[in-house]
Each structure stands twice: as C-alpha cells, then as structure tokens.
C-alpha cells in the first residue's frame, strides 16, 4: 500500500488538524464523508483516524480497481466506481490524465498546463453519468445531518453540486479543489461556487491556496460551512 495511506500518517494530520486554520479541521465536526473523484483514495488513513465512514466514488476503470485494494483495511469505507454529474444517463467522454489519472476530467485542459507543463491526457474513455442522489440511493447509503461532501472532479464540481440540490442540505460541509481562473475548459470556477452554495446557505469556512498560475489567479483548497 502506498505509504501516503499508512495509519500512522493518517493519525499525524488528524493531530495536526487541531492547530488553528488548519484545512482538515472541519472532519472533527462529521460522521462521515462523501468523497468525489477519489483517485486512489489517499485520504483514506486520515478519515479513518477521525473514526469516518467514507463513500468513495470514482470513475476510471485501473484507478478504481487500485482504490478498492487501497481502502481494504478500512472497514468502514466503501467504494463505487461512477461519474457524477447534474444529469443521469448521459454519455461523456472523459480524459484520462497521466499523472495516476489526478488530473482526469470531461473537460479539455485549460490553462492548467501553465502550470503542471507535465500533465497530458493519453487516454479517453466513453462513461455514462449518474447523479449523487441517484448514486447513493442505489447502494443505500443514508445521509444524516453532520456528514461532508468532498469534490476533486477537475472543474466539473458544479455540475456535480446541481446534481446534489435535493440532498445538499443534508450536508454540514462540502470541500473541494477550485480554481479562480479557467484551468480546464469551460470549468466551475471560484466565483460561480461561491455564488451556488451562497444561495444554498453555505458559507466560506476555510480557504488555503496551493498553486498560482504564472499570469496570476490562484488554485484553492475550500471548505463552505452550511448555515442551520
């Protein structure tokens, strides 16, 4: 198992959420975790030390066979291979990036690649979408009022939020990876997040930058706090 999941790293950032401004923080205050575009499931240590039952959802065929043998320790955390967006039935083409398929997306690459020059697509695959609520229903998965959405979906995380509005506010928190600036095509940008969950009584409660584009804007990790 990759060591980036070893309980013991899982238990140092849970210790480390606990400092002030700390972006995991919020994990202290759910059940559990509804986790977007899972990759290989790298928080998977980190959710479990907090004690989470983790719904994992991902799309690309290898990269999901490769999560289910990463999440096998953990009992409590499930995952289902899918692409969630606003509608159900839908075919997209989605793009396979190189980089262990993080960078994936059923958008083309904007300007993402002025910053990660190394990060191409060399794969495209044909998936059929399905929404969260729909998703969660057919594997029965009840939400209560103190769990989280987590999104990575490389720029489709408002079509993923559209998808979600019946159950949204079944949510205490959602985070997710933005950008300010158009990094893939046509993408969901920092603004239009803001404008969404502002009309769905969630506000900012946690923001850290983790990349700038060379002709500035900005990459963010974000956490929004429903307003009960």
Known sequence: MPSALSPFKGLVRRLRSYAPGNRDRFLRQVSGVVHVGANLGQEAALYDAFGLWVVWIEPIPHIFKRLTANIAPYPRQLAIEALVTDVADKTYTFNVANNDGQSSSILDLGLHTDIWPTVRYEQSLQLRSTTLPNLLASH????????????????????????????LRQFKFVKTEVADFESYTGCCQLADLNAFLASHGFAEYSRRAFATHPQGGRYYDIVYRRQD
């Open 140 to 167: 029965h998965v009840e939400l209560g009022r103190d769990s989280a959405l987590v999104m990575d979906t490389q720029g489709s995380e408002l079509l993923v939020l559209r998808g979600t509005e019946s159950i």
